[in-house]
């Protein structure tokens, strides 16, 4: 059974470009979680989906920033018109139906210059 | 909200010996879930170990183990038999129970802790 895969790994962006983070959980999944990590910091918690559905997104910046999970395929975090504070780990973490344990994938870095 | 505190930046430990690192929480719910993930150089997160709040048995996980005092909302993690390969960063985490919320949930995270294991 693959873990959570995240692509790409490593990300390069300039100030206002886009950058889009895939996600696909482990096979059973489906509950999908986003945190980011800023250098030297622990994770915080962006946005939790199920399949076509944001659940909590209290954890996301208002602006710029937007995340899915289609019926088919991977879930999509997408930061538009990236500024260097975006510059971050983003890790995607999936579970099971109602179990308490998150799985997490590998994370993509982002820089942006 | 939940606040989880790790008062502890970093440690070191030799190897063989054990360590414990320690973790507080604040929270009004009385079930939960309560986690230590690790953080090597590879930056990979990997959990650790789990505990849920109504079990009083303290969890287990071959050299790992914690010390969870629901009273106290203490939640130390201790390392037996420390080896290289434990040098990582350490998180605490916290997460309400499904059964309470109707669904999955959040997991709030310390600051981690760092620990290095020497020869």
């Known amino acids: 059974n693959a873990g959570v895969m995240q692509n790409p790994r490593h990300l390069v962006r300039r100030r206002g470009q886009e950058a889009r983070l895939r996600c696909s959980p482990m096979?059973?999944?489906?509950?999908v979680y986003w945190y980011r990590q800023l250098p030297e910091e622990g994770l915080k918690f962006m946005v939790y989906?199920?399949?076509?559905?944001?659940?909590?997104e209290s954890g996301m910046p208002k602006e710029r920033f937007s995340a899915e999970f289609p019926k088919e395929g991977p879930s999509i975090l997408r930061i538009q018109q990236v500024v260097r504070g975006d510059s971050a780990a983003y890790f995607c973490?999936?579970?099971?139906?109602?179990?308490?344990?998150?799985?997490f994938g590998p994370g993509t870095r982002l820089l942006v210059l | 909200a939940q606040t989880v505190t790790q008062s502890q930046p970093e440690m070191s430990v030799q190897e063989a010996e054990t360590v414990t690192l320690s973790c507080t929480y604040d929270t009004s719910e009385n079930n939960y879930y309560l986690f230590w993930y690790k953080q090597p150089p590879s930056r990979q997160m990997i959990l650790v170990i789990r505990q849920e709040a109504y079990k009083q048995q303290n969890a287990t996980e071959n050299r790992f183990s914690v010390n969870f005092q629901k009273a106290a909302k203490s939640f130390s993690l201790k390392i037996s038999d420390s080896q290289l390969g434990d040098t990582a960063m350490y998180f605490c985490?916290?997460?309400?129970?499904?059964?309470?919320?109707?669904?999955?949930?959040?997991?709030?995270f310390g600051t981690g802790t760092r620990l290095q294991v020497m020869l």
């Open positions: 985490a916290f997460m309400k129970h499904p059964l309470n919320t109707g669904t999955a949930s959040k997991l709030t």
């Open positions: 973490a999936s579970s099971p139906p109602l179990t308490g344990t998150q799985y």
């Open positions: 989906l199920q399949k076509e559905n944001i659940i909590d």
């Open positions: 096979k059973g999944h489906s509950h």
